[in-house]
């Protein structure tokens, strides 16, 4: 089995900053791709950031500019640094593992953290 840990989240006020952390654990071969969606209430999931092992990156429009999205391949690890945060980045904020391939399995599995809150106060 594979487990996502999430960390840093919090309350801020408007314009501060949070790291956000995750670590995947189990028999974990390897991670296509790493990266944080959010959910805010009344409001669909959307994609934050992600990232692949290769280290692409992909960034919602709204995280342009003030997010960076980084990962350890070795220790199965993503992070989200978030700057400049504004009172609508305040939602639940999901570490995803997709593609991910474990010891003795043949085929690829995506997974997602608890979950971690974000609130911006302004």
């Known amino acids: 089995q594979v487990q996502l840990v999430e960390s840093g989240g919090g309350l801020v006020q408007a314009g501060g900053s949070l790291r956000l952390s995750c670590a995947a654990s189990g028999s974990i071969v390897s991670i296509n791709a790493m990266g944080w969606y959010r959910q805010a209430p009344g409001k669909q999931r959307e994609l934050v950031a992600a990232i692949t092992s290769g280290g692409n990156t992909n960034y919602a429009e709204s995280a342009k500019g003030r997010f960076t999205i980084s990962r350890d391949n070795a220790k199965n690890t993503v992070s989200l640094q978030m700057n400049s945060l504004k009172p609508e980045d305040t939602a639940v904020y999901y570490c995803?593992?997709?593609?991910?391939?474990?010891?003795?399995?043949?085929?690829?599995?995506?997974?997602r953290g608890q979950g971690t809150q974000v609130t911006v106060s302004s």
């Open positions: 995803h593992a997709d593609g991910v391939r474990r010891f003795g399995a043949l085929d690829y599995l995506d997974y």
